[in-house]
């Protein structure tokens, strides 16, 4: 029997892998410029030992939501993780129910409402931003527990002073090859759903 929202659920979970094959990519690009260049190793943390990517993808229905959350919270396999370090994973920020986390955020902070106290969503709304952050592998080569923490620590206080409590949810992933976050913002301004205000512009992306 045909499901439209398990199969754009499916459909999301493989959109997510296609954009971690292109970070893993672009990693591997970086590091290789970076060693050309005489720089890279050692892992640390001082400035020019490693390259931040971010990617920012839209999701604009909740099985969108659903199947970003399947492939976060390892609820379906994932070839690219080692099952044996998944335990490893942490959750940031929020709970481990994505889609209820931005559902309970909208119901509570949407101010345009019907008259009985309802609330629309326009298809062309915007629900939920996905922002995953990485580094390209040299950074994290020492396997340094405390510079680690000094990389999530600094990308969370990057996401919240862009979107303050708009941030509901945040995962770190320690069971793939490079440690990256899985982050997610619902775009809420002056009480609506409004995408643009936040990255409409790469000065506004930060």
């Known amino acids: 029997m045909y499901n439209k929202n398990n199969t754009e659920a499916q459909q999301e979970e493989q959109r997510i892998k296609r954009e971690q094959r292109k970070m ?3 990693a591997k690009r970086n590091a290789a410029k970076l060693k050309s260049k005489g720089g890279g190793g050692g892992g640390g943390i001082k400035a020019g030992k490693g390259f931040a990517i971010m990617r920012i993808q839209k999701l604009k229905t909740f099985a969108n939501i659903s199947g970003s959350a399947n492939h976060v919270h390892r609820v379906n396999n994932t070839p690219n993780a080692n099952p044996k370090l998944t335990q490893n994973n942490r959750i940031l920020v929020g709970s481990a129910d994505l889609v209820g986390d931005v559902k309970a955020y909208l119901d509570a902070n949407i101010t345009a409402r019907k008259p009985d106290g309802s609330y629309k969503i326009r298809k062309d709304n915007v629900l939920c931003t996905e922002h995953v952050l990485t580094a390209s592998p040299e950074f994290f080569a020492s396997g340094d527990k405390k510079a680690l923490r000094k990389w999530v620590d600094a990308n969370i206080k990057y996401l919240k002073k862009q979107h303050g409590n708009n941030l509901i949810h945040a995962v770190l992933h320690l069971d793939e090859t490079t440690p990256h976050i899985h982050a997610y913002t619902v775009p809420l301004h002056e009480g609506k759903l409004n995408q643009k ?8 992306i930060g």
Do not use: E, I, S
């Not at 205000?197 to 506004?204: D, M, N, S, V, W």
């Open 197 to 204: 205000h936040f990255t409409g512009t790469r000065a506004k």
């Open 24 to 26: 893993r990519a672009d």
